[in-house]
Each structure stands twice: as C-alpha cells, then as structure tokens.
C-alpha cells in the first residue's frame, strides 16, 4: 500500500444534519470520501471573535484516503454553511486491512 492510498480523516462540525448530509452527499458523489459519520446531539462551547458561544452542531467525520485529504479539505470548505468551517484532518496510523484497502480505492474524481 503506497502512502498516498492510507487512511486518513476529517472532522467538521456543521449548523444542523440538513446541511451535513447535503455536503456528505456532494462529497460522496465527487468520490473524496467513502463515508461520513454524522453525529447528532453535539453541544460546541467555544469563542469565536471576542465571544463565548454555547451552540448544537452535527459533527462530521469523514473517512478517505491521504491522496484525497487536502482536496477533501477544500471542497468541505467551500460546501460548508459557515464562512469559517472548523475542518480538522490527519492521517490514520492504523486501520483494518479491509477499511485500509476500502479507503485506498478512493480516486478523489482523478
């Protein structure tokens, strides 16, 4: 397994599961990710331009490869309802051979 064919994830939290799985959905059919796992029921305290914030959010992970993760990380950007989406994604050092090889197959579109 080439290094670009590794696991690799993401992690975003969105407004509401509406938004979420319109842009898993978008994601999905442009072959950048194999799966999202949207999470319901998120309460997210953080502070954002000078505030405290107390909100509910879906999370997102999001399952591809390493070749795919950087486009995969722009294209959630830009899909996403927030003007600052809070995209997080790293590389996988373990996983199943059978989720390694699922992941691998990703093509990204390419």
């Keep these: 397994m080439s290094d670009d064919t590794r696991p ?3 992690w975003c939290p969105f407004p509401d ?9 978008r994601l999905l059919d442009e072959g950048l990710i194999a799966c999202a796992n949207l999470i319901p029921g998120l309460r997210s305290l ?7 914030h107390d909100e509910a959010e879906v999370g997102a992970l999001l399952k591809t490869n390493r070749a795919c993760l ?7 950007a830009a899909l996403h309802p927030y003007a600052e989406p809070a995209i997080l994604g790293w590389h996988c ?3 199943a051979e059978g989720t390694a090889a699922w992941l691998g197959a990703l093509s990204g579109g390419r």
């Design 8 to 10: 690799a994830l993401a």
């Design 17 to 25: 599961a509406e938004s979420a799985a319109a842009a898993a959905d």
């Design 46 to 52: 953080y502070a954002w331009q000078g505030a405290k």
């Design 70 to 76: 950087a486009r995969l990380m722009q294209r959630l």
């Design 93 to 95: 050092d373990a996983a």
